[in-house]
């Protein structure tokens, strides 16, 4: 059975993690097929990447049984984490999260690296590292401070409650939560909005978010009027400005 599935239609590349009977539970073999269907992601047919779970649930996080009885060297086995989490953060264009079920663990490490994440209202978001002995990873210690502060990040990390998704978007960790019967729909919906807009507008829009990160005002005011230099030359800015005169909707071609 493939571990990711693949599917593409109008613009929308749905990366599928298909471990049901272990709520996709990742392994190594599943971490380096999405590392490598990330990299083919950035083909300019694909507007927008959707990351999923089959099955009740979004991802359990690493397969604890995949080691057994083995002494792995983390650091090691954490390239193959590195890759996806650098991939997901790093592809000039949206990636939505599409959460259901559980997300814990190193699952919602990638959930977190992606750019947006839609919950299902019967998804359920943990930390769970320390419930095992060790310490997050995959990004978290990177992205969980960013959004929620040091404070609340510390007490999720350490306590590793289980967060109900109303309780999630509280916190800023999801960006909607949306009824379970009507999840899918929502998901389609968003990523069709986000396929038919300006791609390369998007994945700038990317650089600036996260090199804002660790850079001073004056560093993201020079920034800024770089990649603004870049989006001024793409057809979608013209187009953008054409139907603004016209009094039409854009019809951007993500070029």
Do not use: W
């Amino acid at each position: 059975m493939e571990v990711l599935l693949r599917e593409q239609s109008n613009g929308i590349l749905t990366l599928t993690l298909n471990r049901p009977e272990a709520i996709n539970a990742l392994t190594t073999e599943m971490l380096r097929e999405l590392s490598q269907a990330l990299k083919e992601a950035a083909a300019p047919e694909v507007r927008v990447v959707v990351l999923r779970g089959a099955g009740r649930g979004f991802c359990s996080g690493q397969d604890l049984r995949e080691f057994a009885g083995q002494r792995i060297s983390y650091k090691n086995h954490l390239r193959n984490y590195r890759a996806v989490v650098e991939g997901l953060a790093g592809l000039e264009k949206p990636v939505i999260a599409a959460i259901h079920g559980a997300a814990a663990g190193a699952g919602l490490s990638l959930a977190l690296a992606c750019d947006l994440r839609i919950a299902s209202s019967d998804a359920v978001l943990t930390t769970g590292f320390s419930r095992i002995g060790l310490i997050p990873d995959a990004g978290m210690n990177y992205h969980l401070p960013r959004m929620v502060g040091y404070a609340k990040a510390f007490e999720l990390e350490v306590l590793s409650e289980r967060l109900k998704a109303e309780e999630a978007l509280a916190l800023g960790l999801v960006n909607r939560v949306v009824p379970a019967e009507s999840f899918a729909e929502e998901v389609a919906r968003l990523a069709g909005e986000l396929a038919q807009g300006p791609t390369k507008t998007y994945g700038l829009i990317k650089r600036a978010l996260r090199r804002s990160a660790g850079a001073s005002l004056e560093e993201m005011l020079e920034y800024e009027a770089l990649l603004q230099e870049v989006a001024g030359r793409t057809e979608d800015h013209q187009e953008g400005v054409q139907a603004f005169y016209e009094k039409r909707p854009p019809r951007f071609q993500g070029r």
